[in-house]
């Protein structure tokens, strides 16, 4: 029996950490979609054209120890503005959404396009002053030469990219659970999202 719950969000809010927990929680799978994305733009990076990349994308690319630095993650969103390549990419994310024994996805448009009928949606967010101060802990705690206003500008550029597109913007289910996770631990905001889920599934 298949159980779908689709996490939506901006960048480091805390969607990707509440994904995984919450998954962990149920005994869901867990497919960070956003790696679909990053996947294809590292290809891109590599010398690969955008819509062939993700035609091509293999369950393998998704393991590659390089999908977390700032120029894949610009080259992501540079590319899921592309049509072509969010076609290539939704038939994996809803086939993984169906799967047997329930599946937790998280992105920027799992419960407005991928997903519109998941058991349960949920939108993350928090403010973009406090998610750039989380990417830049995070950026120097992997010892990446960063300063706060520039992680604050790309955060806010990505904001601007991703809520302004034609296709799949970010923006929240009409349906969809808000989430602000400004004010909250990584405890506190997991616990808020499974007790969440775990009251839809009753």
Known sequence: MSFTVAIDGPAAAGKGT???AVAAH????????????????ARVLAGAA????AQA???VDLESDDLRTPQVAQAASEVAVIPEVRA???????????RSGGA??????????ICPDADVKLFVTASPECRAERRFQELLGKGTAVTFDSVLADVKARDARDSGRATAPLVP??????LDTSELSAEQAIAAAVKIVGTARR
Do not use: C, E, N, W
């Open 57 to 59: 994308l293999d369950p």
């Open 26 to 41: 149920f005994g869901f799978a867990h497919l960070d979609t956003g790696l679909l994305y990053r996947a294809v733009g």
């Open 104 to 113: 937790v996805l998280d992105g920027r448009d799992i419960g407005t396009v």
């Open 18 to 20: 509440i994904s995984k």
């Open 50 to 53: 955008p819509v062939a990349a």
């Open 88 to 98: 290539a990419l939704t038939a994996f994310q809803r086939g993984f959404a169906k």
């Open 173 to 178: 289910a009409d349906d969809a659970v808000m």
